[in-house]
């Protein structure tokens, strides 16, 4: 080699050498987070378990770095809580909504359940945190900050049904008032209207009259409701002087039945007439019960016979056996299956909430009525709301209205 090559290579070599030691190394060039606004602090709106971390977003929020959330108890053993991509966790992506919390896509946001990190949490102590990001071999971290969650009085996310729940409020006192003043409108119900024609043919024709309530608890819906009709039939029962018979297939729903009769018969100034054998227990097997009652509706071949409550597969054998007699029946239950059986065989059938409106219709009670009338107005509010809301929220979407559709997505939704 001659020495003007030897002298080249050289060059060569210091030239290489200079521009790898002048280039920058992977760890001083990248981006640094922004830890500046690192905050550690409880989560709004909970029950006392959650504590929010919020740093700022920046250029260090890239693919493939990431952030680990570091916790530590009073032992000071810090360990890893969360581990997620450095580009994601906003406080855009929180789960509240608008008039509760600032969705701003520039500030990272991560809520940390307590519990599920420290095994022995205790409500109200403090816990120290950090956050680490990692890219590559270039790491970096904050200092600790210690932080407790506490619970709080007031989960501001619920207020629209703190606000639904005002205004059924003011419009349950308004019927209430109106109730009492001019009386509210109940559409007729013939099932119930012709309670009164099965007692007066019953008086006339001296017969008895017999009163199902089913084989359901006393806990359930259609017995209460069941219960609340007895009540009203035994008034007019009493009135009339007309024989009552209640076979029960419940020993509770039997001891009910007696006081609300015996209260009935107190009302309808003929306490001297109540007997204690008006409600009677019959058994406890579904076709047993059916059989008997069935026995007994034969024999004495009763005017008028009501089938009020809960009925399974019993309601055909006993509605049939009734209807042979001549007698009129009047039923009513929850079980859609057994509507058709009671349709066929009965005079009079309690479709749907008519079961339930039976009470307020029957006595006239201004505070049940406006119960019921509530219940209406309710209704009708969920389905022009549903309506309204789906309508609006259509149009968001086919114009790309944002702010409606997000709107639209916060009040119907139960935080």
């Known amino acids: 080699m001659s020495k003007t090559q030897l002298n080249l290579a050289v060059l060569a070599v210091f030239l290489a050498a200079s521009a790898v030691s002048a280039a920058p190394t992977a760890s001083s060039s990248a981006p640094k987070p922004d830890f500046a606004g690192f905050q550690v602090k409880d989560m709004p709106f909970d029950k006392g378990e959650t504590v929010l971390l919020t740093w700022p977003a920046g250029p260090a929020d890239v693919p493939g770095a990431v952030y680990q959330v570091l916790a530590a108890g009073a032992d000071g053993a810090w360990a890893v809580a969360q581990e997620f991509p450095a580009n994601s966790r906003y406080a855009s992506d929180v789960d509240l909504p608008f008039w509760a919390w600032k969705h701003d896509a520039a500030l990272h946001a991560v809520q ?60 349950f006192f308004w019927t209430v008032s109106h109730a009492k003043r001019k009386g509210l409108f109940i559409r007729r119900i013939a099932g119930l209207d012709a309670i009164d024609e099965a007692v007066g043919r019953a008086t006339e024709m001296g017969r008895p009259i017999y009163y199902s309530t089913g084989i359901g608890a006393m806990s359930g819906v259609p017995t209460i409701a069941s219960t609340s009709i007895l009540s009203e039939v035994a008034k007019k029962v009493a009135a009339h002087d007309t024989t009552l018979k209640v076979p029960h297939f419940d020993p509770i729903v039997m001891t009910v039945s007696k006081e609300i009769v015996k209260q009935a018969y107190t009302e309808a100034e003929r306490p001297d007439s109540y ?6 227990f019959v058994s406890q097997d579904q076709f047993s019960f059916a059989a008997a009652v069935d026995g007994m509706i034969h024999r004495e071949k009763p005017a008028a016979c009501f089938f009020i409550g809960h009925f399974m597969a019993e309601s055909l054998l006993l509605a049939e056996v009734g209807a042979t007699t001549g007698a009129i029946q009047i039923a009513g239950t929850e079980q859609e299956s057994q509507l058709p059986f009671f349709f066929t065989s009965c005079d009079y059938t309690l479709i749907g909430e008519e079961l339930y409106a039976a009470g307020a219709y029957l006595s006239k009670e201004p505070m049940l009525q406006s119960t019921l009338k509530v219940q209406d107005l309710g209704k009708a509010f969920v389905m022009v709301s549903v309506a309204a809301g789906s309508l609006l929220l259509m149009a968001g979407t086919w114009w790309n209205w944002q702010p409606l559709v997000t709107l639209i997505k916060h009040l119907f939704k139960a935080y």
């Open 112 to 171: 940390l359940e307590l519990p599920s990190v420290f095994r022995d949490f205790k409500y109200g102590e403090e816990y120290s945190f950090k956050l680490k990001y990692v890219n590559g071999k270039a790491a970096a971290e904050t200092l600790a900050v210690k932080a407790s969650a506490r619970a709080n009085l007031f989960n501001l996310a619920r207020l629209n049904n703190l606000v639904l729940l005002i205004v059924i409020t003011v419009v």
């Open 275 to 280: 007997r204690d054998d008006i409600n009677f």
